[in-house]
């Protein structure tokens, strides 16, 4: 008889099997449209969070300009800067923002 899994035991298949993958194949694949709807519909708190991600993305060069090839990731960040309630929400958008802006002139966007 097989084992059940748990979903606490998948989720750790999946990240033990997503910190082997390949350099390549583990930086090819971020969901712009995903960060987008999160960065529109998202409360407070995961504004804040996905603009963390969206900034650590762009720090390491998985996210500049050309994965948002319609342009709607910056002006979706400004535009939820200016109704942030927080102050946590606002200064990481604002990184997000910076980190973006950095990717556009070349400094972290890696080829």
Excluded: F, N, Q, Y
């Excluded at 099997?17 to 407070?44: C, F, N, Q, S, Y």
């Excluded at 300009?65 to 910056?74: A, K, T």
């Amino acid at each position: 008889m097989a084992a059940a899994v748990t979903p606490t035991a998948c989720r750790r298949c999946c990240c033990l099997l997503i910190a082997h993958l390949p350099h390549a194949m583990a930086r090819a694949a971020v969901d712009v449209e995903d960060l987008l709807v999160r960065v529109k519909t998202g409360a407070e708190d995961e504004l804040a969070a996905v603009a963390r991600e969206v900034a650590a993305l762009a720090g390491d060069g998985r996210l500049g300009e050309d994965d948002d090839e319609d342009g709607l990731l910056v002006p979706a960040l400004l535009a939820r800067l200016a109704a942030a309630g927080t102050a946590d929400a606002r200064v990481s958008v604002m990184a997000a923002l910076r980190r973006l802006a950095g990717c556009v002139a070349g400094e972290s966007k890696v080829s």
